[in-house]
């Protein structure tokens, strides 16, 4: 499907055979700055093994990205977000987001090299996107619901642990030959051994060790679109030992008692699990029942055994498969996710692990839950 500006949603790509509009578009990614006024770089800085180029020819190489391009994704993902925050048309929106992809490749055939270069010298605080076997896509519009919730779950973490971990955001991380992609959070112990510089094995291009954990929070991107990302995150070049992806759905409109409630879901990845790619733990966390369509997505779609799918709307077996309690207070059991401690200080020598390092850590969700509310005016 292609909307007026000629971008293909993914996972369409885009071609050379597309219409001259398209083409004019595509065309318009790349341009070669010729002002002598722009301000002069050292190619050996960006290009190591090519210290020998000429400002001009470092210059032809550099990536630019059109605006429209970008501005039609982000107003494309929008759509989705303006009809969460109203309240309307959550069950359409729900269901598209299951069978499909809302992911927007805006350009192909990117190598590593010029977007590691593009995105350490662009900030583009419209939109996130990341680079994936050459194909720039743009998948979510960063908003304040989505940064409160990644932004709380690192405080609840610092203040648990201030001491053995950097906690940090937005840090262009090298996943694949030609993939590297932004965490809107990440998790990294203060003690863990970078790789040789010049090893060309860290998560950039200062061979800068990888963090243990990346949170992942999904507000325009559908559930199936970050549960994919697992995939780039656990690759054989990175030591990402957990994701952690929080699912904010529609607010919708109890019929009851009409006021406003809100689905939400946790789900954690372990490499270490023998399915790293199916999340070890699922708990619906919101003041709504999970949809249908959630249910069968992550049971079926995404593989997830029921009995490890919990929490609100969700049957417990240990009650009679009575639904379990709801999520309105904090410290109960039941929406507690364990960060387990192995995997967070994954790589630490021995004699730099704490006492009890393997319990880990336990983030409330209730907590979680209540800072979106605060957010969304629910």
């Known amino acids: 499907m292609a909307d007026d500006s000629g971008i293909r949603y993914f996972p369409c790509r885009v071609t050379r055979s597309q219409s001259r509009q398209s083409s004019q578009q595509s065309n318009q990614l790349i341009s070669q700055p010729s002002d002598s006024s722009q301000p002069s770089f050292q190619s050996s800085q960006l290009f190591p093994l090519s210290s020998q180029l000429t400002l001009q020819s470092t210059r032809e190489k550099r990536l630019h990205l059109s605006s429209a391009a970008i501005n039609s994704a982000r107003e494309k993902l929008l759509t989705f977000q303006k009809a969460r925050e109203v309240g309307k048309e959550v069950k359409e929106e729900e269901e598209e987001g299951y069978t499909g992809s809302r992911e927007i490749v805006i350009k192909e055939n990117v ?15 419209s939109v996130r996107m990341y680079l994936h076997n050459g194909n720039i896509i743009i998948y979510e519009v960063p908003s304040f619901v989505h940064g409160v919730t990644a932004g709380r779950i690192l405080v609840l973490m610092g ?61 325009s991107q559908s559930l199936l679109d970050f549960h994919r990302k697992t995939a780039l995150y656990f690759s054989p070049r990175t030591t990402i030992q957990i994701v952690l992806a929080i699912k904010i759905f529609g607010v919708r409109t109890d019929p009851n008692t009409n006021t406003s409630t809100i689905a939400l879901i946790a789900a954690l990845y372990l490499r270490t699990s023998a399915t790293p790619l199916i999340p070890t733990s699922v708990i619906s966390f919101g003041t709504a029942d999970p949809d249908a369509n959630t249910v069968n997505c992550i049971i079926n779609q995404m593989g997830v055994p029921p009995g490890s799918f919990t929490g609100v709307g969700r049957p417990d077996p240990n009650n009679n498969n009575n639904n379990f309690p709801p999520c309105n207070a904090p410290n109960l ?38 800072e979106i509310e605060v957010e969304l005016r629910i």
């Not at 190598?111 to 270069?117: F, I």
């Not at 990294?188 to 800068?208: E, Q, T, V, Y």
């Not at 996710?337 to 850590?361: D, K, Q, S, T």
């Open 111 to 125: 190598s590593l090299e010029k977007y590691l270069q593009y995105r350490e010298n662009n900030a583009i605080p």
């Open 159 to 219: 203040g648990w642990n201030n001491q053995d971990f950097a906690y940090g955001t937005e840090a262009t991380t090298i996943l694949g030959p030609n993939t590297a992609k932004e965490s809107d959070s990440w998790v990294r112990p203060r003690h863990l051994p970078d790789p040789p510089i010049g090893s060309g094995l860290g998560a950039d291009r200062n061979d800068k060790a990888y963090p243990t954990m990346m949170i992942e929070v999904g507000f």
């Open 333 to 370: 059991p039941d929406y507690q996710m364990n960060i387990p401690g192995p995997e967070l200080y994954n790589g630490v020598p021995v004699h730099r692990l704490p006492p009890g390092f393997a319990a880990g850590f336990n983030l409330d969700l209730w907590d979680i839950q209540n």
